[in-house]
């Protein structure tokens, strides 16, 4: 430490040291000591004050030479102070070659003698401690005057140099703060960058794992429903092997038939003791069997075809109510008359009360749902239809109609071309109007499709 105090004083005039001192350099000119003379030479000085401020010169200086950081310098002096201390208080005092002995005075304080410190003082080499006799006043006035002059061009010199270190050190010092500075700086930036990296990861990490609690609930959902549909048509086929069995049961029933011939009555005898004989199939339950089929095809039929049966039957029904029409003879013709002009008094009358009811639109219907609950009709231009969803799938159309409790409302569902999704339709008009009020009524986000 005392190497690096020698260090800083070379450039400096004056070094503070927290917690101990400012150590001044000073130049001393030649000077007598009664008949011996000696040399100039510069000499350092210890002021101990209490009310001095921290600095961080010394620090810095530390910090360069050892190459360490600033932290680590200010704990090395700190540390070489204690101990400085530590050994006063223990040894009375502690001297240093080629610098100076450090004592207690009697105040208790830390007092500083310097020794001759060769590094201070290199211009002054060659110059000892000279003893005087007569000729040696003449020498000495002559030494005294070069010493002056030397003296005058050397303050010049060492404080040029001084200058011109003092400007490269304050240089050489911005730099280094600058460079300290963007170290530090990067080092923030980069424990930015690996925090941001971090909670990137993280966030990546919860939306994986949020998407894949997602697709596991959406598997588990539909392996529910593979499986409930595996019930479903695990029942349909027992169901449908029970009836296989129970019509192979009814065919192989033995009964013996039964033939009516007059008032005698035969029945098939037996083969043998032990096999009966086969009978006849029963040809008439065929034929029932047949004609019920037969029904239930013109049912399905009627109930698919149901408008188009219901316009023709009204307009059957039309044609004849026109050929019902009265014929009046010439024997009513008087009283047709009489009658004729009643009716024009009162058609007037008659044509304000009517009210005539609207005709009611009823949709073709090209077919049902799956589940049979929900006719699926074509949009026709001419209407207005009041939608409440709009669904890709057949299944999902039904699922919202469930959701949503619309079966009050008869729902439909209507294909249009060049559309692909399904229509949930709970409402048809024929003005806009009185569907915009219906949907408004219903729910502010159903439309009218038109």
């Known amino acids: 430490m005392i190497q690096y105090i020698i260090k800083a004083l070379l450039k400096d005039d004056s070094i503070f040291i927290n917690d101990l001192g400012t150590f001044t350099k000073t130049y001393q000119?030649?000077?007598?000591?009664?008949?011996?003379?000696?040399?100039?030479?510069?000499?350092?000085?210890?002021?101990?004050?209490?009310?001095?401020?921290?600095?961080?010169?010394?620090?810095?200086?530390?910090?360069?030479?050892?190459?360490?950081?600033?932290?680590?310098?200010?704990?090395?002096?700190?540390?070489?102070?204690?101990?400085?201390?530590?050994?006063?208080?223990?040894?009375?005092?502690?001297?240093?070659?080629?610098?100076?002995?450090?004592?207690?005075?009697?105040?208790?304080?830390?007092?500083?003698?310097?020794?001759?410190?060769?590094?201070?003082?290199?211009?002054?080499?060659?110059?000892?401690v000279v003893k005087l006799g007569e000729r040696g006043k003449e020498e000495e006035q002559?030494?005294?005057?070069?010493?002056?002059?030397?003296?005058?061009?050397?303050?010049?010199?060492?404080?040029?140099?001084?200058?011109?270190?003092?400007?490269?050190?304050?240089?050489?010092?911005?730099?280094?703060?600058?460079?300290e500075e963007r170290r530090l700086q990067e080092e923030a930036e980069q424990q930015l960058r690996e925090a941001e990296e971090q909670e990137r990861l993280a966030k990546e990490a919860e939306e994986r794992r949020l998407q894949e609690e997602a697709e596991q609930r959406l598997r588990e959902a539909e392996e529910q429903e593979r499986l409930a549909k595996e019930a479903e048509e695990k029942v349909k086929e027992d169901q449908e092997v029970k009836e296989v069995k129970e019509v192979q049961e009814v065919k192989e029933v033995?009964?013996?038939?039964?033939?009516?011939?007059?008032?005698?009555?035969?029945?098939?005898?037996?083969?043998?003791?032990?096999?009966?004989?086969?009978?006849?199939?029963?040809?008439?339950?065929?034929?029932?069997?047949?004609?019920?089929?037969?029904?239930?095809?013109?049912?399905?039929?009627?109930?698919?075809?149901?408008?188009?049966?219901?316009?023709?039957?009204?307009?059957?029904?039309?044609?004849?109510?026109?050929?019902?029409?009265?014929v009046i003879t010439e024997e009513d013709e008087g009283v047709a008359e009489e009658t004729a002009t009643y009716e024009e008094e009162t058609q007037e009358e008659q044509e304000e009360e009517v009210v005539t009811e609207p005709e009611v639109y009823t949709p073709e219907v090209v077919r049902t749902t799956t589940n049979g609950n929900y006719p699926v009709i074509r949009f026709e231009p001419g209407h207005f239809y009041v939608i409440a969803g709009s669904l890709p799938t057949e299944q999902d159309a039904v699922r919202h109609i469930k959701q949503r409790n619309l079966d009050q409302y008869e729902p439909k569902l209507v294909t249009q071309n060049g559309v692909s999704n399904l229509r949930v339709c709970i409402g048809i008009f024929d003005t806009e109007e009185e569907a915009e009020a219906f949907a408004k009524n219903v729910s502010p986000k159903y439309w009218v499709l038109k």
Not at 260 to 280: M, N, T
Request: charged content about 40%; proline content about 2%.
């Open 254 to 326: 033995k009964e013996v038939e039964v033939v009516d011939l007059g008032d005698v009555v035969y029945k098939d005898a037996y083969i043998d003791d032990k096999k009966p004989a086969k009978r006849k199939k029963k040809r008439r339950s065929w034929w029932w069997l047949f004609i019920l089929l037969i029904l239930i095809v013109l049912g399905v039929l009627g109930y698919l075809f149901r408008q188009q049966l219901t316009d023709a039957f009204q307009q059957i029904k039309k044609e004849f109510a026109e050929t019902d029409e009265e």
């Open 142 to 179: 002559e030494v005294k005057e070069v010493k002056e002059v030397q003296e005058v061009n050397g303050v010049k010199e060492v404080k040029e140099e001084k200058e011109e270190m003092r400007d490269e050190e304050i240089r050489r010092l911005q730099e280094e703060e600058e460079e």
């Open 29 to 128: 000119p030649a000077r007598f000591d009664g008949d011996t003379m000696l040399p100039p030479q510069y000499v350092v000085t210890l002021t101990v004050t209490d009310d001095q401020p921290d600095s961080t010169e010394f620090i810095n200086l530390v910090c360069r030479e050892k190459q360490c950081r600033i932290t680590e310098a200010s704990a090395e002096i700190n540390r070489w102070v204690d101990e400085l201390k530590t050994a006063i208080e223990n040894n009375k005092e502690v001297a240093f070659d080629n610098f100076g002995t450090f004592s207690l005075n009697n105040k208790e304080g830390i007092a500083f003698v310097c020794d001759h410190i060769e590094e201070l003082n290199r211009e002054f080499e060659g110059m000892g």
